[in-house]
């Protein structure tokens, strides 16, 4: 049963995916201000939203796993962690690739810029960390409360385009209060969102039952090693 439901979410995100694609690439106008290049926005801000959640997602399952002691809530935290590392590198490239042909750059110590690479970099710790610690205990406590300290970081980055004014834009989107784009343009990227964030569902269901067996594997090595 969990198969073909993983199955039929997956299937979803593809057929998503070509739908908008096709949209993007064949129906909808150059912008009349950047050209084509303004087409990556379909995926750089879908993008974003999904790290963002998951990275929201695993403040949370930390959060309940220093209250609970249930090892479910880590292995939760870290699958979303890296499935949420993923689309933030998305954003990253996404965004260099932009700049290149609209600021004449690959990178610019910008607000939003830079503190989304942080907040990338400390995440990317947070592997790092649990690949140093062997005890499952410690390892989950440890990481959750390093995935809490980063939190803030999240909201900075949310709200920075807003708080300094640099050379990235500010809100474009009318949910942040923006009204940059054309009449028409815009829903395409919550389209876009849907399919990114079933493809993270998928990735984050196979990271999960990963986690399942890895922790299955452990506790067989530990009893192993009790005798």
């Not at 209060?177 to 054309?182: L, Y």
């Not at 815009?186 to 990271?207: D, G, I, Q």
Request: proline content about 3%; hydrophobic content about 55%.
């Amino acid at each position: 049963m969990r198969e073909k439901v993983l199955y039929t979410l997956a299937a979803a995100a593809g057929l998503l995916l070509v739908r908008n694609l096709y949209m993007m690439l064949l129906i909808l106008p150059d912008e009349k201000n950047q050209g084509a290049i303004w087409r990556i926005f379909y995926f750089h801000f879908p993008a974003a939203m999904t790290a963002g959640t998951c990275a929201l997602t695993a403040v949370v399952a930390s959060a309940l796993y220093l209250s609970r002691r249930n090892l479910k809530y880590d292995a939760l935290a870290v699958a979303v962690t890296e499935v949420g590392l993923l689309f933030g590198a998305m954003v990253l490239m996404t965004g260099m690739i932009w700049a290149r042909i609209i600021w004449g750059l690959w990178w610019a110590w910008d607000a939003r810029l830079t503190s989304t690479l942080i907040v990338w970099l400390m995440y990317a710790s947070y592997l790092m960390l649990r690949r140093a610690t062997d005890d499952p205990n410690e390892r989950a406590r440890n990481s959750a409360v390093l995935s809490i300290f980063i939190a803030p970081g999240i909201f900075i980055t949310w709200k920075s385009i807003e708080w300094w004014r640099t050379i990235h834009p500010g809100p474009v989107i009318s949910i942040r209060g923006g009204g940059g784009m054309a009449p028409g343009m815009e829903s395409l990227a919550y389209w876009n969102l849907l399919a990114l964030a079933t493809l993270a569902s998928v990735l984050l269901a196979v990271r999960m039952r990963q986690e399942e067996r890895i922790r299955a594997i452990e506790s067989l090595r530990r009893a192993a090693h009790a005798f």
